[in-house]
């Protein structure tokens, strides 16, 4: 009896340990586009907000870094288009962030060229610049002007990379791979517009080629811990493999 009622508190005590890591990681989470819905023109948003995507151009859809994944081909025109609302609007604190696998990189001299991960015109922009650089922009902040990494992303042609950027009032940074890249110090708001969200393209020819999966965007600046951990853990997972030990130590 005493060792069942054990039992039964450690199950509890996990329980509630990694729904608190739930709430800690999803505090400030406007939307989530896992594109696992693996067929169709629409993109949903497991955030809070719902901001469904539209495809544009035919939808590919294949194995993605978890799941399924959207393939954005350049030459055909592909992106996401979320129509703009006020929880789009993010102004004090930001994180975007992404799993992408380049199949090409334009490095050149034409900024129009550049690939785009995903941008709010006139508001907050990630992308990998015409040098080979992921770079990032944010309208209204200060001083304005692009980030811009030293990683070169030309190296991770045709494998997974996670990259995000972000932005808590007082430093502007850009992490690959969950690591910092570069970290600039700004201040400001960045600018409200009522322009739409995009997907793997934004403005003239910057579409993305490759594959994009686990689009996240968040009113807050995830820290560079929190960001280490969203690679490594797996929360759902992990709570299944901690319950599958528990009943099968004792049944």
């Known amino acids: 009896m005493a060792r069942k009622f054990l039992i039964s508190i450690t199950i509890y005590l996990i329980l509630a340990f990694f729904s608190s890591l739930a709430y800690s990681a999803e505090e400030g989470l406007v939307s989530y586009w896992t594109f696992d ?11 809070k907000a719902g901001n469904e995507g539209v495809i544009k151009g035919k939808s590919q859809w294949m194995q993605g870094k978890t799941g399924t994944a959207l393939s954005f081909v350049k030459q ?7 129509k703009n609302n006020p929880s789009l609007n993010i102004k004090e604190q930001i994180t975007m962030c992404a799993w992408i696998k380049p199949t090409s990189i334009y490095t050149g001299e034409d900024w129009k060229e550049r690939n785009c991960v995903m941008a709010k ?3 907050y922009y990630l992308d990998i610049n015409e040098k080979g650089n992921l770079a990032s922009y944010l309208y209204g902040v200060q001083p304005q002007e692009w980030l811009s990494g030293v990683t070169d992303m030309k190296k991770f042609m045709n494998k997974w990379v996670h990259v995000a950027t972000t932005y808590d009032g007082k430093e502007h940074k850009l992490y690959v791979d969950g690591k910092l890249d570069v970290s600039v110090k700004k201040s400001g708001l960045i600018s409200e517009v009522t322009d739409d969200f995009y997907i793997g393209w934004v ?3 910057r579409y ?3 594959i994009i999966d686990e ?5 807050k600046a995830l820290t560079t811990d929190e960001l280490s951990r969203s690679l490594s853990v797996d929360r759902h997972s992990k709570l299944a493999s901690c319950w599958g030990r528990l009943k099968t130590l004792h049944p």
């Open 76 to 82: 055909d025109a592909i992106y996401v288009e979320i």
């Open 121 to 123: 015109r006139r508001a």
């Open 203 to 205: 403005d003239n020819n």
């Open 37 to 47: 819905d693996g067929k169709g023109d629409k993109a949903k948003d497991s955030g």
């Open 208 to 210: 993305f080629d490759g």
């Open 215 to 219: 689009v996240m965007l968040w009113s």
